[in-house]
Structures are given as structure tokens and as C-alpha cells.
């Protein structure tokens, strides 16, 4: 008789092939995450792996909320078969995400164990490629891209370092798991190495947004880990606010102030004069339809957005770089108030959800890590990032314990 696997080598191999195989084909995860959430659901007993509890009711309530919403923009969207397919791509998503999630959740000491060593050989190869895709000027990458013509087409062009910043925002959000892993079986040093060692590969890559992201996810571990109940606050009501008020947030006379103080700006020069001009015409544009947005996944066709402000620059390239202004522009002050319970209700559940100090401080860093990137870079619906976001929680909440350490107080 064949024996099931174990839902921990279901998940075990998502972590062992995702960060060493993301380097040579971005939106590979999302198959992955589609195939192992089958397989969770043909292995699952007695019942499916679904995340249980009030918490998981509210996050659940927050994206049916933006789903349902998002699909009856249509009706008023100025991109209608888009709208349609991106909520049912997000909704595909999510019900795969969650149910990775679920399943991370269940499992026992020894299948957390087996998982974890397989989350480090992942990660540690993820490591490995992108720094030999660096060193190499993406060669690696493209001698796979070239082996592999005949079945995925020809090899389109590859530019360096932007070729890998995709994983390395994959690397960057699951380095956390991978820390509380080594922090437990090697010690605090060599979590603090690892993280060094992050920094150092961030910075060779071509997105200032994740390097920023990566430090300010540091401080917030580390006030995370002093003041936990206070930083969950303020992260989930900063958050909230945040969302809430970003076309006030990010009005030019406020970013024109971010320029003038803040020397990392600057290097990035282009890129983000860019990105203000974006965020000047999308708040413009919510100013239009403040109540319903302009429909779900409808960024690439608001009037006006292809509109030149220099040759090959056009004032709203495929989405905002923010996550926040994409909800307001797409679904108004419903999608804004979903997306800050949602910012909310994720920080009380991880407060609640994780009850080891240092995992605790690391889960908010983890989530942090996210927070920025989204704030400045992704689409929010992008398939491929959405998958980044579940398989980073789903591995956090394969690797942290149920209680915390019986020779430590209580956080």
C-alpha cells in the first residue's frame, strides 16, 4: 500500500525548491503554491487544512470583503474583463494560500522539525544562486533560460541586478522564518550573521525599497522584542492609518519634503521623481471616483495614465508602486477601509498567533519586511506577489513554536 506524504514534506519541498529555483523564473511560485495546496488537500486528515479561529475569520472576512467588492466593480470599471479575471486570480490565490497556511499551523514537533531543515538547505541555495547570478552578470540565469528554449519559448532579455530583485524579496521576507530556525538551533550570533549577510546581498541588488526595508525590518524586531505589546499596536494602527490617509501622505508637497531630507532618495534620482509624478496623477485621479475606484486590476487603463512625461516614461506605468493608492484608485474607500482591518487584524493575530518573544519580534519584522515593499514597489494583485506573502506566513507559522520555551517568562 502507497503511504501519503506528510503534509510537512509537502511543505518541506515548497521550502526547498522555491528560493533555489525563484531566481531563474519569477512566477514560479505560483504554480508551486497551487500544486502543494492540492496535495495538502488530497493528504489532509481528518478535515482541511484550513486556518482555525477568530483571527483567521476576520483576515478571511477582509480579502472575501475586497474579492466580492472588487468583482462587483465591474459593473462600473472602466476595464471590465480585467476586473473579472484579477479577482478571480486573487481569489485562486488566496484560497491556496490560506490553505498553506492551515496546514503550517498543524503540524506536529517532528514534522516542524523536518520542515525547518529543509527551509535552511532552501534558503541556503536561494543564497547561493543569486549571489552566483550577481557574480556572474546573470549567466547562470541565462544558460538555464537558453537549456530550457524549447519548452518555455525564447530567452528574453536579461538585465542586472534587476533581474533578481523579485528573489531577493522572496529571500528578504522569508529570511525570518529561516532566522528564528538558526537563532534556535545555533544561537542569537549567528541569527545576527545571517542577517548581516542579507544586508550584504541586498545591497549589491537594484531596489533601494527592499534594502530599506530590510533595516527598518531590523529596528522593528528589535523594539518589537523590548516593547511587544506596543510595537504590535503600532505597527497594526500605523498600518491602518497609513493606508488610510496615503493621498494625503503622499502628496507632492509631502514627498517633495521626503526628497529634501532624506539622502537615500536622491541616489535613486530618477526612480523616484518617477514614482512621485505616478502618485501626483493617481491621487488626482481618486480625487474623480473617491467612493467605488475605477474598478479592481483597472490601474493600466485610467485615463490619462499612458500620457508621456518624458521618452518611455508615462504617468501610470501597470500600477501605482503603492499599495495603498492602488486600493483607493481601484475600489475607493471600501477597498482603503478593508485594506487597513485587514493591516489591523493582522497585527493583533500575530501578536496572538505567536507567543515566543523573539519569534514574536521576528514575525513583525517578517511582516514589516512586506509592509514597505508593497508601500513602494508591487502590484498588490500580482499573482506572484501574493504567493510571496502567503508562503512567507505559511513558513513563519511552520517553524514557530505553539508555546513559549518552559525556562523563559511569558512574553
Given amino acids: 500500500m502507497i503511504q501519503r506524504p506528510h503534509p510537512a514534506s509537502v511543505l518541506g519541498t515548497v521550502a526547498l525548491i522555491t528560493p533555489a529555483i525563484q531566481a531563474y523564473s519569477p512566477p514560479i ?8 495546496a492540492l496535495a495538502l488537500r488530497l493528504v489532509a486528515r481528518p478535515r482541511p487544512p484550513w486556518p482555525r479561529g477568530r483571527s483567521a475569520a476576520w483576515l478571511a472576512g477582509c480579502l472575501a470583503a475586497v474579492i466580492l467588492f472588487g468583482l462587483a466593480s465591474a459593473l462600473w470599471a472602466v476595464d471590465p474583463p480585467t476586473t473579472v479575471s484579477t479577482a478571480a486570480r486573487v ?11 492551515g496546514a503550517a499551523g498543524d503540524l506536529d514537533e517532528v514534522g516542524r522539525s523536518r520542515f525547518a531543515r529543509l527551509l535552511t538547505i532552501g534558503f541556503a541555495l536561494g543564497l547561493a544562486n543569486t549571489e552566483l547570478a550577481l557574480l556572474t552578470g546573470g549567466a547562470t540565469i541565462s544558460w538555464v533560460h537558453h537549456a530550457a528554449r524549447f519548452i518555455v519559448g525564447p530567452p528574453r532579455p536579461l538585465y542586472m541586478p534587476q533581474a533578481v530583485d523579485t528573489t531577493m524579496t522572496l529571500l528578504a521576507l522569508i529570511l525570518w522564518p529561516v532566522l528564528a530556525v538558526v537563532r534556535r538551533r545555533f544561537g542569537r550570533l549567528a541569527a545576527a550573521g545571517l542577517y548581516g549577510v542579507g544586508f550584504l546581498l541586498f545591497r549589491q541588488g537594484d531596489s533601494m525599497a527592499l534594502l530599506i526595508a530590510h533595516v527598518v525590518a531590523g529596528a522593528v524586531f528589535l523594539a518589537a522584542w523590548v516593547l511587544p505589546k506596543a510595537t504590535a499596536a503600532l505597527v497594526g494602527a500605523g498600518t491602518a492609518l497609513g493606508i488610510f490617509a496615503s493621498p494625503l501622505l503622499l502628496r507632492p508637497a509631502v514627498t517633495g519634503w521626503l526628497t529634501a531630507t532624506l539622502p537615500l532618495l536622491k541616489e535613486k534620482g530618477h526612480s523616484w521623481d518617477h514614482r512621485r509624478a505616478i502618485w501626483e496623477f493617481v491621487i488626482g485621479k481618486i480625487g474623480e471616483r473617491p467612493l467605488a475606484g475605477w474598478g479592481l486590476g483597472s490601474s493600466r487603463a485610467i485615463p490619462g495614465g499612458q500620457t508621456e512625461i ?17 486600493l483607493w484608485l481601484e475600489l475607493g474607500v471600501a477597498g482603503a477601509v478593508a485594506g487597513a482591518l485587514f493591516a489591523a487584524g493582522l497585527a493583533w493575530a500575530t501578536y496572538r498567533a505567536v507567543p515566543e518573544r523573539t519569534e514574536r519580534a521576528m514575525a513583525f519584522a517578517m511582516i514589516t519586511t512586506g509592509t ?16 510571496f506573502l502567503f508562503v512567507a506566513a505559511g513558513f513563519f507559522a511552520a517553524v514557530k513554536r505553539n508555546s513559549p520555551p518552559a525556562h523563559l517568562p511569558p512574553p
Fill in 29 to 36: 511560485v505560483v504554480p508551486v503554491l497551487v500544486l502543494a
Fill in 91 to 101: 481569489l485562486g490565490v488566496v484560497l491556496c494560500g490560506f490553505a498553506a497556511v
Fill in 310 to 326: 518624458a521618452p518611455g516614461v508615462v504617468l501610470l506605468p501597470l500600477h501605482p508602486h503603492d499599495a495603498a493608492l492602488q
Fill in 372 to 387: 514597505v515593499c508593497a508601500m513602494v514597489s508591487y502590484n498588490l494583485w500580482h499573482e506572484w506577489w501574493l504567493t
